[in-house]
């Protein structure tokens, strides 16, 4: 007699037929409540995809990593089954639940009743629709079985890729790297795990995922699988970039397995919605873990998982009071080496408040999300031993304001007073390492500054070289002067860069030098910023210094541009938009002039005005008209003058040979082609060139950043000029022969502006500040420094030499220029 | 009496405003002004700022505030309040995020307009 009439009676008598659709962890710990506390109440019968018992899911990482074998994650082994009474269908899949006849259908046609029924189907992983989706050696990491062939592929070794830079394709890269493959991670979103952790975490993280020699790609957009005679051989991205492959993963999210609810005609959302006793809309049917929806929230982490599990058993076992009330979650990533945290809400919102710890040196950020004195949020990276104190507040909504001034160092200070920083070092022994980078203890230092008389940072810095490396240290140097010097030691007044930081701009340049930050999430960690995300003022400045020090590897972040060099035009006091096309040495043509009369006149522009910097300006061009307007000028041949950009501004030329009778060189030809040369690059402030065909200095070129002054010689070149706010005669920076020459010394002097300036100092400030003599030495008398500053400026402009007004015209950055909605006033009425 | 019924109006969704910045919802009584925060927040204000009327949804956002284009006025997207030293506050406007669409109350205009 086979298994199928054993369970297909009628009219029996005996315990109510408990019948269970998967065997994933929800099923398996709600299974071991009932027969534990009520053993006997139910017949039990287990439906499992999988031809396995129960075990750990969370744990096929280190199983996958070899750190674990299989059989040390079993939760439940086919003994456990026996001694509990409970009917295991391994390797059965149900395809049909015919709830009038209240009985089930398997794929291979076996059939069987129940009373009472629970769906626990689990999740589906979310395989992208992309070409070549389907090949052989595109896998998901989801079971056992997944682990199993990833493993075969990775005993070939050879390339992997993994899509997907959350808890799981992390997880999964870690593990196929430990086995030996070549892994990149491809991920769509600016930086890692953006669901679970801030930009300045998931930053530390990509960078400890970095340093296992895993590769990662974020803002990746997968475009294609590329097989070749049948088999992966790449996967592409929609920039074009192809990255070997010999196996791919998809870890891309996953989706409640609904669809058997679904047919069943049970009430199914994204998930099978279920109440908070776990009851589906149909009463003899319940569902829990990962493929249900309650409260409008899918889980897919563990604890929400047992806690429904506990509750149904507890409904199955007669409580009817037993409820599930959703709860707060929280996430750790299981690779080994890397200690993240995070729990609840992190987004800041009205009334909430952040403290933001980071221990640059340690590779340590912790925040907390406050709100009302409860902590609603936590976010730790580095050092997570606190993380289960912290998850416990938050969890009581416990009154924090007695611990809040020590609440972020966990509960070691918990209502203690902070330490004095000053009593702290004074505490340390003289041979207490202060400065790793070289190697300076406590003691050299304050002798140093006692016995060798060195009383400033600076001089400290010289002679022992503490702080002179890394510079994070340079708060410890400093309290150390401090202490020794007492009332006698005055910090250097630097001016920090602004309130988010104790550092100036000199200091933030150099370490994002000397420390290769490309990030901005990387330099305000690093450089220990007090805000998760900066402010109206260094934003700007950092992306420029970013910008400037990594050409070609640093992507602009557009969010952090003032809005006249977001849309690229001038706002205006009324909130329109001013439109100057480039005019390149002041030439213009009766072609570029109609079409600029026809744009005026068609997109009925009130003021058309003559610019001191030889161009034309169309004032008053309303927002949404920009793209319209630029393209009809991209048509006549015109582009962005970026007349509203800290870069390259005009170059005002005089006629010069071609007509004047004084002209001395072809002075327009000339700045026709320093423009050419110019334009495009970002500087820290605006620049603006002339070029004056001989000393009668038409071109006003004694009062600009950069001007040249023809003589019959050759050409004398000038810079730190101005006439703004402060009127300003250039000072001489030399004559040289050629044209050739000019663009050298102009392209070198640009650079070592560029590289040296504070964001949103001129020319003639920045000289002032460092010393005229200094440029002319750097720029002039070193000729191998000039060379490399000027390869370094041809280089960087390859970077920034396309018209933005084009590139706007061809769709990017669209939503700038169109409202969100536009609402009548019937839509309200 | 100045009851006022609220309307709540489909704009849009989350993710048609970038993270750390605004688009504007034009109505016949002026601009409102939606931003979203690095942290996927959302608030909506009046699209003008308390000093000299400059259009806030031009600003940089940073936290939970944005910088004026037109003179670096900070204000509170929460209260519209101006920070200090700078006195003044931009009227705020109902908001609420429903599975991903933003819906602003536009009862203040039917009121105006009426």
Known sequence: MSATHQYHGSGRSGPERLVVIGNGMAAGRMVEELVTKSPGLYDITIFGAEPRVNYDRIMLSPVLSGEKEYDEIIIHDDAWYTTHGVTLLKGRMVTAIDRTAKKLTCEDGFELDYDKLLIATGSSPFVIPVPGAELPEVLTYRDQGDVEKMLTAAAKGGSAVVIGGGLLGLEAAAGLRARGMEVTVLHLMPTLMERQLDPSAGYLLERAVEARDIRVITRANTHEIVAKDGHVSAVRLDDGREIPADLVVMAAGIRPNAWLAKEAGLAVNRGVLVDDGMATDDPDIFAIGECVEHRGVCYGLVAPLYEMAKVLARRLMGDAEAAYNGMAISTKLKVTGIDLFSAGDFAEGEGREEIVLRDPARNVYRRLILEDNRIVGIVLYGDTGDSAWFFQLLKDGSDIAELRDTLIFGPAYAGGSPLDPTAAVAALPDEAEICGCNGVCKGTIVAAISEGGHNSLDAVRAHTKASGSCGTCTGLVEQLLELTLGDGYERDAVQPICGCSELGHDEVRRLIVAQELKSLPAVMQELGWKTSCGCAKCRPALNYYLLATWPGEYEDDYQSRFINERVHANIQKDGTYSVVPRMWGGLTSPDELRAIADVADKFNIPTVKVTGGQRIDLLGVKKEDLPAVWADLNAAGMVSGHAYGKSLRTVKTCVGTDWCRFGTQDSTGLGVELEKFLWGSWTPHKVKLAVSGCPRNCAEATCKDFGVICVDSGYELHFAGAAGMHVKGTEVLCTVASEEEVLEYCGALIQLYREQARYLERIYKWAARVGVDTVREQVVEDHDKRKRLYARFVFSQKFSQSDPWAERVQGRDAHEFKPLAQVSLEDVA | ?114
């Not at chain 2, 910045?21 to 109505?27: D, F, I, L, P």
């Not at chain 2, 910088?67 to 900070?74: A, I, K, Q, R």
Request: aromatic share 4%; hydrophobic share 40%.
């Open chain 2, 1 to 114: 009496m100045d009851m006022m019924v609220s309307r709540w109006i489909d704009v849009g969704a989350l993710e048609d405003i970038p993270r750390r910045g605004a688009r504007v919802v034009k109505t016949p009584a002026g601009c409102i002004a939606v931003f979203r925060t690095e942290a996927d927040e959302v608030f909506a204000l009046d699209d003008r700022c308390p000093h000299k009327g400059g259009p806030l949804s031009q600003g940089i956002v940073h936290g939970r505030s944005v910088t004026c284009p037109l003179h670096n006025w900070v204000i509170d997207l929460a209260t519209g309040q101006a920070k200090a030293p700078d006195e003044g506050r931009v009227a705020t406007v109902p908001l609420r995020s429903e599975g991903g669409r933003l819906l602003l109350d536009l009862a203040r205009m039917a009121s105006r307009a009426a």
